[in-house]
């Protein structure tokens, strides 16, 4: 499986991105995915999740409210919608997939990552 993410920046304080991630190589609709994101000196965490189906989603604490983890079947594509970002918000952020019908938040249970696209929140 090949996954490319795109769609980072930078962006102000309280703008909004919506990041990308296309894959290949699978059938889209057997991978669970995941965003995780790093800062920078700091560990690479989770972000959100979605199922195989794109029923069940799950997200850290630290962006419920803010960011929607979708995916179209169709387009062998899942997204991350981040709204009123903020200046920690600004990591690299990876697209991953697993096999399997469920989600993780354990970066160790993905399989495949993508090459990771650059977030810059200014304020």
């Known amino acids: 499986v090949q996954l490319q993410a795109s769609g980072g920046g930078l962006v102000q304080a309280g703008g909004s991105l919506r990041l990308s991630c296309a894959a290949s190589?699978?059938?889209?609709?057997?991978?669970?995915m995941g965003w995780f994101r790093q800062a920078p000196g700091k560990e690479r965490e989770f972000v959100a999740a979605?199922?195989?189906?794109?029923?069940?989603?799950y997200y850290a604490d630290s962006v419920k409210g803010r960011f929607t983890i979708s995916r179209d079947n169709a387009k062998n594509t899942v997204y991350l919608q981040m709204n009123s970002l903020k200046p920690e918000h600004t990591a690299v952020y990876y697209c991953?997939?697993?096999?399997?019908?469920?989600?993780?938040?354990?970066?160790?249970?993905?399989?495949?990552w993508g090459q990771g696209t650059l977030v810059t929140v200014s304020s």
């Open positions: 991953a997939a697993r096999s399997g019908r469920y989600y993780s938040t354990q970066s160790y249970e993905y399989d495949y």
């Open positions: 190589g699978r059938t889209f609709s057997s991978l669970s």
């Open positions: 979605i199922s195989w189906s794109g029923i069940s989603t």
